[in-house]
């Protein structure tokens, strides 16, 4: 890290998703723009009923933003922002949530470690920051892939470790990489697009790589502390179309890269996840009940069946 200016051969350009908060966008551009590596350009995808962006961010120089009221959803503004990097020959496109902050040290230390590591004989797709929750001090943890299923993956080391697939947000991509596989699958709408795009890079012989070192400040999820006979636990409090995408394109991809006999155990564990979400909802949550139960419904069914794109009647 001592010569951060070797570094700055590197052109990086940033992508936002946005959706009606444009407070968290601007604290999200703001902490982009304070990195001791500069980013060149930040494109933003408003996918906000109504434009609501622009004057929060007319004083900050070198910020695209795309209007895409009829709402795209992260794939279709992922889509867009790679499209975009390749075309303007970047190096690097480092996407982001809206809810997402980086520590000002976050973009030298991933450049840094993937500028050391990064050769002919190991090839980086994606190297990432460590997402943390502040709201219950949790790390969000990457996936891999295990015979039917994805599930979170965390090293404890203070080294750069593998995993299939980083999170969205904070996810700094090798354009050389994206060059390589189709661009992020837009029927997916807004969950699962990291898990699909991260192991498909693995698969054509890139690695995903976290570093523990280069921290991301991240809102996943809505959390709520609650108890079970006793018990304190931490529960997601999900949208009625959240469930849906959820159950529906987890359950597609785990049928879709499991082999042989692991698609039978990807199709129980897939039930079992839908019944366990349904209890939660039944227990814990307090709004929309049957709609939520029929999300999980739903989705998971049209999931089995393979049927993608943007579906849930909400939307």
């Known amino acids: 890290m001592n010569n951060i200016y070797s570094l700055q051969k590197y052109k990086v350009a940033a992508y936002i998703t946005a959706y009606e908060d444009p407070k968290a ?27 609501s962006i622009d004057k929060f961010l007319i004083d900050v120089e070198n910020v695209i933003v795309e209007f895409y009221p009829e709402n795209i959803g992260i794939s279709g503004g992922l889509n867009i922002a790679i499209k975009w990097a390749i ?13 997402s902050v980086v520590k000002k040290d976050c973009l030298n230390k991933l450049l840094y470690h993937y500028h050391t590591i990064n050769n002919h004989n190991y090839l980086i797709g994606i190297i990432a920051p460590t997402a943390i929750d502040l709201r219950n001090d949790q790390i969000v943890e990457g996936a891999v892939f295990v015979d039917d299923h994805f599930t979170g993956y965390k090293l404890d080391t ?32 807004i969950d699962g697009i ?22 991301m400040y991240h809102n996943f999820g809505n959390p709520i502390k609650t108890k079970f006979f006793y018990k304190e636990l931490t529960v997601q409090k999900y949208s009625a179309l959240r469930h849906y995408y959820i159950c529906r394109n987890h359950t597609y991809l785990s049928n879709q890269y499991a082999k042989g006999w692991y698609r039978l155990t ?26 939520k139960i029929s999300a999980c419904l739903t ?17």
């Not at 999200?28 to 408003?46: E, N, S």
């Not at 075309?87 to 809810?99: M, S, T």
């Not at 989705?299 to 939307?315: A, V």
Request: hydrophobic letters at 45%; proline letters at 4%.
């Open 25 to 51: 966008v601007l604290q999200c551009v703001q902490a982009i723009k304070t990195q001791l590596v500069p980013v060149t350009t930040i494109l933003i995808v408003d996918n906000s009923i109504k434009k």
């Open 266 to 291: 990807s199709w129980m564990r897939r039930m079992k996840y839908m019944i366990h979400a349904i209890i939660l909802i039944l227990l814990y949550d307090s709004e929309h009940k049957l709609l």
């Open 158 to 189: 203070t080294q750069p470790y593998e995993c299939d697939a980083p999170i969205t947000s904070g996810s700094l991509i090798s354009i050389a990489a994206a060059k390589t596989i189709s661009p992020p699958l837009v029927e997916l709408f």
């Open 299 to 315: 989705g998971t069914y049209h999931g089995l069946k393979g049927k993608l794109g943007k579906t849930w009647h909400e939307i």
């Open 194 to 215: 990291d898990l699909d795009y991260g192991l498909r890079l693995v698969q054509q012989g890139f690695h995903n790589l976290i570093v523990p070192d280069a921290i």
């Open 87 to 99: 075309e303007q020959e970047y190096d690097f496109l480092w996407a982001f949530d809206q809810d």
